[in-house]
């Protein structure tokens, strides 16, 4: 008969996920951030995408590492979101460059008024759809450690 998990087991399966997540998204947001450019902008100036790249991968990384490092009960935020935040120098690029903005829905307008290119992910698969079990096994891990903390706290 094998052991319950305890909640530093579940806390070190969180930090093993999240590590996969960080890795993955590193991995895929560069080449994802060139394909929603080159596909809306043909043209860009090669150089300046790679730089912008770069410059918002060295933000990305630390943002996404301090979410995804975060105790759980910090609330320092979610991937997803700091996955829809590098989009903000491409999306100037796509500007400068003088892409067409594309139609959105109200909801989107009022939600990412500065998403004139829709490039904000709803989901992680809208990125890779590699990202797609480990985004929904890091949210379920998260909230998994969170409501055991809670129910050890009451007991």
């Known amino acids: 008969m094998t052991a319950e998990p305890t909640l530093a087991d579940d806390e070190a399966r ?3 996920i999240a590590a996969g997540l960080e890795q993955s998204l590193l991995a895929t947001l560069p080449v994802w951030l060139e394909q929603q450019v080159r596909s809306r902008l043909p043209d860009v100036d090669s150089g300046r995408l ?5 410059a918002t991968m060295a933000e990305f990384a630390s943002s996404l590492a301090r979410v995804l490092r975060a105790d759980v009960d910090d609330g320092a ?5 700091v996955v829809r935040a590098a989009t903000v120098r491409v999306t100037q690029l796509l500007r400068e460059g003088g892409a067409v903005a594309v139609a959105r829905d109200e909801f989107d307008v009022r939600a990412f008024p500065d998403d004139l290119y829709g490039l904000g992910p709803a989901a992680f698969v809208d990125v890779d759809e590699s990202l797609h079990e480990p985004g929904l096994m890091w ?4 909230a998994h450690v969170h409501l055991r903390r809670r129910r050890e706290r009451t007991t």
């Open 139 to 142: 949210g379920a891990a998260r």
């Open 77 to 81: 935020g979610n991937p997803l979101a």
């Open 50 to 54: 790679a730089a912008e790249i770069s």
């Open 14 to 16: 969180l930090a093993e």
